[in-house]
């Protein structure tokens, strides 16, 4: 018995079997720590180009709002018509969460009386407690001192006669492995579009539903 347990105690430094199986017992860890990695990365650049696309949707969807309107007048836009427009924003980010994690706020960029910038009305949905970036209802109504909406020197403003849909998106994005790679964040897109149609601007945005189902800013429930 002791001649065979000596025999094998020699043979152990040159021993390789389950050489394999240890070195992959070894990687295996690592292995999966990269795949994770991966997924958290692709699943966060998924979730910030779907907000950018409802951003970009919302936008141009605002700016056709009248187009089919036969009437010989300029249409005048109305609540009912943004809340159709948020409403088919709800639907498409249903699986996102995008009205129980985040912000819509769609604005209407126009001139003011002086020739300024102005935010002439705004709507909002979204539980998500945030207002636009660059001001609420009624900014820059009386003066130029407000220049328009957009970062850095990509800003936005409206011409003569015209407007411009702007769409801020925020959406509060949760890691898919908690924090072990990266923190809660907010992610933010914007999108401007101006209209395509003449409209009453004069008439600003009217309000043809109930107060309960206007989506003004100072409400934070989902539509």
């Known amino acids: 018995m002791r001649s065979r347990v000596r025999r094998r105690w020699r043979a152990l430094p040159g021993a390789q079997s389950g050489l394999a199986l240890i070195e992959f017992a070894f990687s295996l860890p690592i292995f999966m720590l990269l795949a994770m990695f991966g997924a958290e990365i692709a699943f966060l650049a998924t979730a910030n180009m779907r907000t950018s696309q409802v951003a970009l949707m919302l936008a141009d969807n605002a700016s056709r709002l009248g187009q089919t309107d036969t009437n010989t007048l300029s249409p005048t836009i109305t609540d009912s018509d943004i ?103 907010v992610l933010s897109q914007e999108a401007a579009m101006v209209i395509r149609d003449n409209r009453n601007l004069s008439a600003g945005l009217a309000n043809n539903v109930e107060s309960s189902k206007r989506m003004t800013c100072d409400k934070y429930r989902t539509i």
């Open 83 to 185: 809340n159709t427009v948020l409403r088919g924003a709800s639907l498409q980010t249903k699986t996102l969460g995008m009205m129980q994690k985040g912000r819509i706020v769609i604005s209407s960029l126009e001139r003011n009386a002086t020739g300024g910038q102005t935010i002439h009305w705004q709507r909002c949905a979204g539980v998500y407690n945030r207002g636009s970036m660059y001001g609420s209802e009624g900014k820059g109504a009386s003066d130029n001192s407000f220049l328009g909406m957009g970062r850095g020197t990509a800003i936005a403003t409206a011409e003569p006669g015209s407007a411009v849909m702007f769409v801020e998106v925020f959406y509060r994005y949760t890691p898919l492995f908690g924090t072990t790679f990266m923190s809660e964040r």
